[in-house]
C-alpha cells in the first residue's frame, strides 16, 4: 500500500492489521519476530466498546495492530511479551476502562488511590523500609512521587507514581480541527514542544494525506536539532549538578542560556513555541538569519567543546559516574527503552534513522558511545558525542535559506502515525480523524513516558543518595507523561 | 590583653561566625562565575528566620523542640573552650580539648534524638549518615587533636596553641600530619564537599541539611547560627593548632585573621574543584585521615624517645 510513496517527498510508511482478541498475544508475538519493537499501545473509543491497537517500529515502517473489544470484554495482556506495554496497559484501564485477561495485577498508573499498597509492589523480607520522595520536592522540580524500598542505603525497588498534573489533553483535543490539534501536542511539554508538535504534524498529515515539501522538512528539521542541542546542554548540566560539580553544571547552563537566545533570535521564542505548523510553513530562514545563526552556533560550538574537554578532565566528577544506575542491552530490549539511554547501552536505536518525512541523510547513524556500559557515564558520553553531531547537522541544514514551506496532496492513511526522535527518546503520535475531518482520537506517547519505568529498573541496586544523578543521566519529562 | 581576647572568643563567636559561611559561599560564587550573595547574606537569613515563630511537626515531643535548644548551648559552650591568640580568660570550664569533642558529640546527639522524634525520612537519612561519618569522624578529631598535644604534653588548648607557635612546630613531621588529619576534620564538621554539600536542594542526598529540614522560624536559626559557629570553632582551631603564627598578642592575633580567610579561600576552592563523592567512601577518606594522624603520632612518639 506505500509503494508509490517510496519517492520522495516521503512520509512514514504505516501498515494496518486487524485481529480477534482471541489471537491477539499470537499476533504481537508475530510482529515481534518480524523484527518489530513495541512502541506503545492505545485504546480508543468505538460504537460497541473499544479498539485497542499496538504499535511496532519495523525500521522505517509503523505497524498498527489492532483488535477489537465489546463492552465489558478483556484483552488479552502482553505484559509478559512486552514489558514496554506495562505503563500503557495500566493507562488504558485506569483512563478508558479497558479490562486486561491474564496479568497478576494492573496496579492503578494514572488514578491515584489513596491506599500506598495498591499501587505498589510489595516487597518483603528482613528490615526493607519505604522512603516516600515528592510529589512536593525541595527544589523546582516537576510533580513526582517516589517511593524507595530500601535497606540501609541500598534501593530494592522503586515505584515511581507521575500523572499529578494529568491535563487530558488528549480528550481535550478530540472534536477540533487538525490543525487546532496541534496546540494540544505542543503544550503538553516544554522541553520537547517541538518534538511533540512535529510528530503531531507528521501524524496529521499523513491523515490528512499531506506530504510536507522540501522546505518544510528542512524547518522541522532544524528546529528539532535545535530543541536537542539545548536539552542536551541542559542535561550535562544537570547531571553535573547531581554529582554537586558546580563548574560544569555552571558552565552547561551558561552554553543552555545561549542556545535558548539562539532560539530567541531565530523564532522570537525561547523553546521555539509555534515554529511547527500542519500543512507546512511554520518557521523560515532568510540567508541572513542563516548566517547570524551559524555564527552564533559556530562560537557555541567550540565553547561547548572546551567545557565538555575540561569536564572529561575533572576527575573527581568523572569518578562519580561509572558504574552508577547500570541498564544492560537486554533491560533495553526488555523494557523497550528508547533515546540516549538506549544507545547509552550499545543499543543502536535512533528515530532519526527512519525518518524520511524529516531531512536527515540515509547515512545517518545512531550514536555510539566510546564504551556502551549503559551506565550514568554511557548516557553522559552519548550525549556529547550526539552533541556534536547537532552542530553538524545543523551547519548543513543553514548552509542555505529555508523558505515558507508547504505540502502537497496525496492519498490519507486511515490513521496516521509518526515516529520522531525526542531528546530523550522515540515520540511516537497516532492521529485518526473523523469523515469530517475532526480528530476523533490523539494518542502521544513521548520517550520519556517509554523511559519512565526504564529508569525505575536502572535504580534497583544503588545507592539512595545517587539516586538523583541516575535521575539526571535521564532526565526525563513528567510532562510529557502528564500530558 | 585576656579580656581582648575573651571579647573575640564571645563575640567573635556569637557574631563573627555567620561571616565565615558568608564569605565561604560568596568566594565560591565568584569562583563558580557567578555574582553570588554577600558575605553577610546569612546574618539577613538568621535576622528573617528569627523574626519567624517556630513549627511543630505533630506528633513530636519535647525532644524535637529542645533539640535547637541543646545543639546551640553545647555549640556555645565549645566556643568559650577555644583560646584566641593563644590565650584564654578563666570561665572556670577549663580548655579541654577533649570537652570539646564531647560537646560535638552532644549536639549531634539532641539532632539525631530529635530526627527520631520527627520520623521524618530525610531527617533520619541525615542523621543515620551523620551517625555514621561520625564513627570515623570523632576518633579522626581526637587523634588530630592529640598529635597537636604532644609537643605540649597536655590537651589544655590553651598550652597547646602555645606550643603550636613559632617555627619549631614545623620542622616535625607531625605536626604536618596533624595538619593534613585536622582539614579533614574541618571538612567534616563544616558540612562541606566533597563531603556534604551545603547547597543542595536533592533531599535524597542531605547530611547535614536533612535533620534541618522539619525546623523553621527561631529554631531554624538557632540550628543555622550553630552551624555557623561550628565553622568558628573548627576554622579558629585549625589556625591556632596547625596554622602559622609568631610573635605577642596582636600579631598572633593578625595571624588569626589571615588564617580565617586562608582556610574560608581553601574551603570555596576545594568546593569549586570537587564533586561530592559516593556516600560510601567517606568513611575511607576518614580512616585515612585517622591513619595519617596516627602516623604523625607515632613519629611523635620517636622523636621524643631520641
Known sequence: MTQHRAAPPARQATETASVPATTWREACLAERDRGGRFRGAYATATDVGHRWTALFADGATTRLLSTEVGAGELVPTIVDLFGAADWDEREARDLHGLGFEGRDSARPLVAHPRETASWTVPVRGEGPYQVAVGPVHTGVIESGHFRFHVVGERILHLDPRLFYKHRGLERAAEGNSPERGLAFAQRACGACAVTNSVAYALAAEAAMGLVPDRDTRRGRTLVLELERLYNHLNDVAQICAGVGFAPGNMAFAALKERALRLNHSLARHRFLFGTVAVGGGGVEVSADDADALLGGLRELGEDFALAWRELSFAASAQARFGGVGELSATDVEALGAVGPAARAAGIAVDGRTTSPGLWYGSDFAPAAPPEPSGDVAARLQVRGVETAVTFELLRELLAEPIGPGASEHDEPDPRGVARVESPRGETVCAVELTATRRIARVHLRTGSYANWPVLAHATAGNLLPDFPLINKSFELCYACADR | ?306
Not at chain 2, 1 to 16: D, K, R
Not at chain 2, 34 to 63: E, F, H, I, M, N
Not at chain 2, 257 to 272: Q, S
Request: charge should be neutral; charged fraction near 10%.
Open chain 2, 1 to 306: 590583653m585576656t579580656a581582648v581576647a575573651a571579647l573575640i572568643q564571645v563575640l567573635g563567636g556569637l557574631a563573627l561566625a555567620p561571616l565565615l559561611p558568608g564569605l565561604v559561599q560568596s568566594l565560591k560564587a565568584r569562583l563558580q562565575g557567578r555574582r553570588g550573595p554577600s558575605p553577610l547574606q546569612p546574618y539577613r537569613d538568621l535576622r528573617r528566620l528569627w523574626g519567624k515563630s517556630g513549627a511543630d511537626p505533630q506528633p513530636t515531643t519535647l525532644v524535637y523542640r529542645l533539640a535547637p535548644c541543646v545543639v546551640a548551648a553545647a555549640t556555645a559552650l565549645a566556643l568559650l573552650l577555644v583560646p584566641i591568640a593563644g590565650r584564654a580568660p578563666d570561665w572556670s570550664l577549663g580548655n579541654d580539648a577533649l570537652v570539646l569533642v564531647g560537646l560535638f558529640a552532644l549536639g549531634r546527639f539532641a539532632l539525631a534524638a530529635a530526627s527520631w522524634d520527627t520520623g521524618s525520612g530525610f531527617a533520619l537519612m541525615g542523621s543515620s549518615r551523620d551517625l555514621t561519618f561520625a564513627v570515623f569522624g570523632e576518633p579522626l578529631l581526637l587523634l588530630a587533636l592529640l598529635v597537636a598535644a604532644f609537643p605540649a604534653a597536655s590537651t589544655d588548648l590553651v598550652a597547646m596553641s602555645v606550643a603550636a607557635g613559632g617555627s619549631a612546630p614545623w620542622g616535625e613531621p607531625a605536626h604536618w600530619c596533624g595538619a593534613a588529619a585536622f582539614a579533614l576534620v574541618v571538612l567534616v564538621e563544616t558540612g562541606r564537599q566533597p563531603i556534604d554539600n551545603p547547597d543542595t536542594h536533592l533531599e535524597l542526598t542531605m547530611i547535614h541539611e536533612g535533620p534541618l529540614l522539619e525546623y523553621a522560624g527561631r529554631d531554624l536559626a538557632l540550628l543555622e547560627w550553630s552551624g555557623a559557629a561550628r565553622h568558628w570553632i573548627v576554622l579558629v582551631l585549625a589556625a591556632e593548632l596547625f596554622g602559622p603564627h609568631w610573635g605577642g598578642f596582636w600579631a598572633q592575633l593578625g595571624w588569626l585573621a589571615l588564617g580565617l580567610v586562608a582556610l574560608c579561600t581553601a574551603l570555596a576552592a576545594t568546593e569549586t574543584a570537587q564533586a561530592k563523592m559516593r556516600i560510601l567512601r567517606v568513611p575511607g577518606l576518614l580512616a585515612g585521615g585517622c591513619a595519617i594522624a596516627l602516623v604523625g603520632l607515632a613519629s611523635a612518639l620517636v622523636g621524643g624517645l631520641v
